[in-house]
């Protein structure tokens, strides 16, 4: 359930935050006063498309929060766990969504302060908050939008995105069958020189990390006589010569303590110079231990230089850097085995026609279940229809087959009408005038919600066209669906107003010379005068408010 909304800097509002209760509530106000704005502020951070235009004239960046609880999203929980976002979050939880948009058009996401991707925001308010827009209509005339709706609805988007990826790996394989024959000797000859050049590198037996190794090998055995000259000077210096480093400081050290016992300030320098006698002695064994191990290997040597021309040969041959041979030698060993994967036509073929068996079945298990929502759906929305004196209007989802199919399917969706221009069933688009358009994507839109698993619809003025008897209709279907979850509905119509648990009334003004929005709650007396000014405009009488406060159950 959405608990809070924090607005900063967003078009009209400069500061905003609100708390949100359950059920069925509305907000309301004069056009333009900024009441669809709070949903696009929500849209905004549930990871909708933005741009700077959102910025409030004369602010750097906008900045929106949404508080969920998790108590009625357990699906949330288990999103978070699979995305490692879950490292702080303890029962009882809730889920903090944060954007942030600056001047440049550019926007960051954070999900309970931990940065994350629009992508992800998108994913998990998918599972929070489902938005009815004021012209869900319009996308409803749309083919694709009413097969995604059916999926929607059914549970079948997943099914249908694995018919999608099926149908792809079927065009894949016949794509590879067709061009199969198709430049067979231009194949052969790459194929044949492949082999040679990956011959050759087999042969070579050059592994990653070699080149490394042999570079380290080389700079040691070719300094050799330096490294041996210069480790005898050092120990002598340290440790053989009479007037060794390691003598001195035994001497100093000696001289030192005997004098501490005339001034015991200097009994403190005396366990520094013990430790830099004992840094001394291991640097010294160190030394020597390395001295035993060095020696002068000319065989070895010229072993090195061989093979280091070797690889530098073969890296100039192929244009190529030595370490980037053996992933060379990798790429040419997958490009010679798909070269003789596209020339057996018999695994083609086979692969084919498992691709094809595999599409068909997918689809047809789609089909199917489609047949049964569709039924369903179309139900359920046909009585819906009579409520919204539509009466006589059947609703209808046609699934009309397609040849052979495609990534969508083995079938188009239609949503068709009957009954209301005669009885013939024909298109939504064609049949229906652009209110009766509104009230059937309404109806649509309340059945398909009644099934949703969301925890918060919110509905952006989709009674648009509505009023009368059909607006109380609308009232009282959007009171039921708050008894069940939490509802947040922008309205203009004051029989839907009526029904609802809880009001705000959305107001624009006027501060030193700035428009802003702003948000009030409404409590009895406040709910009353904003029905009354829905019902009666301008001016406000007493019938008008007597007339408020009984739609308002006030009497």
């Known amino acids: 359930m959405l608990q809070g909304l924090t607005i900063r800097d967003f078009v009209l509002v400069d500061r905003l935050e609100l708390e949100f209760a359950g059920g069925f509530g509305v907000l309301t106000g004069e056009t333009g006063a900024g009441k669809s704005i709070l949903v696009d502020a929500l849209a905004f951070v549930l990871g909708e498309r933005a741009d700077a235009g959102l910025i409030r004239a004369g602010c750097e960046r906008a900045d929106v ?8 999203a357990p699906g949330v929980s288990a999103w978070l766990r699979e995305n490692d976002l879950d490292r702080d979050l303890e029962a009882g939880d809730g889920l903090l969504l944060r954007r942030v948009l600056d001047a440049s058009g550019r926007s960051r996401a954070y999900l309970n302060g931990s940065p994350a991707t629009v992508r992800q925001v998108r994913e998990v308010a998918e599972l929070l908050v489902d938005i009815h827009g004021q012209h869900a209509h319009q996308s409803l005339l749309r083919a694709d939008a009413q097969r995604l709706l059916l999926d929607a609805h059914a549970h079948l988007s997943d099914l249908a995105a694995q018919v999608a990826a099926a149908w792809r790996q079927w065009r894949e394989a016949k794509t590879l ?20 050049q990956v011959r050759e590198l087999e042969t070579l037996c050059f592994s990653a990390g070699e080149w490394e190794n042999l570079d380290v090998e080389h700079k040691r055995l070719s300094h050799a006589a330096s490294l041996v000259e210069g480790t005898r000077l050092s120990l002598a210096a340290l440790s053989e010569d009479d007037s060794s480093c390691e003598t001195q400081l035994e001497a100093a050290l000696t001289r030192l303590q005997n004098l501490a016992e005339f001034d015991p300030a200097l009994a403190g320098i005396t366990p520094l110079l013990q430790s830099a006698q004992a840094e001394l002695s291991e640097a010294i064994s160190t030394l020597h231990r390395y001295a035993e191990r060095l020696e002068l290997d000319p065989d070895r040597l010229g072993e090195i230089e061989q093979r280091l021309e070797a690889v530098l040969s ?19 060993r997958e490009r010679l085995s798909a070269l003789a994967e596209a020339s057996d036509t018999v695994a083609l073929e086979a692969r084919v026609n498992t691709a094809r068996q595999e599409y068909e079945t997918l689809a047809m298990k789609l089909s199917a279940a489609r047949a049964r929502a569709a039924k369903q759906l179309g139900d359920k929305v046909s009585q819906m229809m009579q409520q919204l004196a539509l009466g006589g209007g059947r609703f209808e989802i046609a699934l009309t087959p397609v040849a052979e199919g495609g990534a969508f399917g083995l079938e188009q969706i239609e949503f068709r009408i009957a009954g209301l221009a005669g009885s013939e069933s024909r298109a939504l688009a ?27 619809l919110i509905f952006d003025e989709v009674d648009v066209g509505i009023g009368g008897g059909v607006a109380e209709v609308v009232g009282r279907l959007l009171r039921e669906l708050g008894n069940e979850r939490q509802v947040l509905c922008v309205t203009h119509l004051p029989q839907v107003a009526a029904r609802a648990n809880w009001q705000w009334q959305v107001s624009k003004n006027t501060q030193d010379g700035e428009v802003k929005s702003c948000v009030v709650a409404l409590d009895e007396s406040g709910r009353v005068e904003e029905v009354a000014r829905m019902l009666g405009g301008v001016k406000i009488t007493a019938i008008t408010r007597q007339h408020a406060r009984e739609m308002l159950g006030l009497g």
């Open 65 to 72: 929060s949404a508080g969920f609880a998790l108590d009625d």
């Open 177 to 196: 069958l067709e061009s199969a024959s198709e430049g067979a000797e231009a194949r052969a000859q790459e194929r044949d020189q492949l082999t040679w």
């Open 314 to 332: 073969c890296a100039r041959k192929y244009r190529a850097r030595p370490e980037e041979l053996p992933g060379l030698l990798e790429h040419w």
């Open 430 to 456: 064609k049949v229906a005038s652009g209110g009766e358009i509104s009230r059937i994507s309404l109806a649509i839109q309340v059945v398909t919600s009644q099934a949703a698993s969301v925890p918060t």
